[in-house]
């Protein structure tokens, strides 16, 4: 019964760089929640323990399943804890679906909100992800736009309304995109856990 209790306690992410650097090892990290601490131990060495009064800022994100024509790509989750005035996060990506990852990572950002406030909570990937994903449904847009711009000084017709039309959904996608990746504030604490379901 204990053990199955251990279990249900921790999970398992892969090994970042911030965590290497600090002497964790080996390709995996057992993540569990002990009291206020989290502690993150390496599969061959090592372990980091972040207590929740020391937490700067946690950010999660969500990224839903996608389904595509060669292989769906599963639903996957990061968080990312900046702790002690550091400018690097640590990086938690649970190996496949855990739920003890969602447990735990919200009961952990419950105790970082008490120690520190809501404002140390946070979700979306961050602002490189951001600018990335709009650029890359941006450029083909406008040079789609553009194209037909073009044909539109050229032939006039009906062409106008396709620019037009393009224009419309091209804001629409930006907007959408942008603003469902930018790093946000949480209102509540029943926000920052709604994204982790």
């Known amino acids: 019964m ?7 306690r921790q999970f398992t992410s892969t090994n ?17 929640l ?5 502690h993150l131990r390496g599969e061959e060495s090592g372990e980091v323990a972040i207590p929740a009064s020391s937490v700067d800022l946690i950010r999660q994100f ?10 769906p790509t599963p639903e996957m989750w990061e968080t990312k804890i900046w702790w002690d ?13 855990q739920p003890a990852y969602r447990d735990i990572i919200a009961e952990f950002a419950g105790q970082v909100a008490a120690a520190n406030g809501l404002k140390r909570l946070r979700i979306g990937p961050g602002y490189l ?8 449904v941006g450029i083909p847009t406008l040079f789609l736009f553009a194209f037909v711009f073009w044909v539109a000084l050229t032939d006039g017709g009906w062409w106008w309304l396709a620019a037009a039309v393009i224009f419309m959904a091209f804001s629409w ?5 942008l603003v469902s990746r930018w790093p946000r504030s949480v209102r509540s604490l029943d926000q920052f856990v709604a994204e982790l379901r």
Request: charge should be positive; aromatic fraction near 0%.
């Open 2 to 8: 204990a053990s199955g209790r251990q279990r249900s």
């Open 16 to 32: 970042s760089g911030v965590l290497k650097s600090r002497g964790v090892t080996g390709l995996d990290v057992t993540v569990r």
């Open 34 to 38: 002990e009291g206020s601490t989290l």
């Open 62 to 71: 969500r990224m839903e399943a996608v389904q595509s024509l060669h292989a």
């Open 85 to 97: 005035g550091g400018s690097r996060p640590v990086l938690l990506m649970p190996i496949e679906n």
């Open 129 to 136: 992800t951001a600018i990335v994903n709009l650029l890359l």
């Open 173 to 177: 996608l930006a907007g959408r995109n």
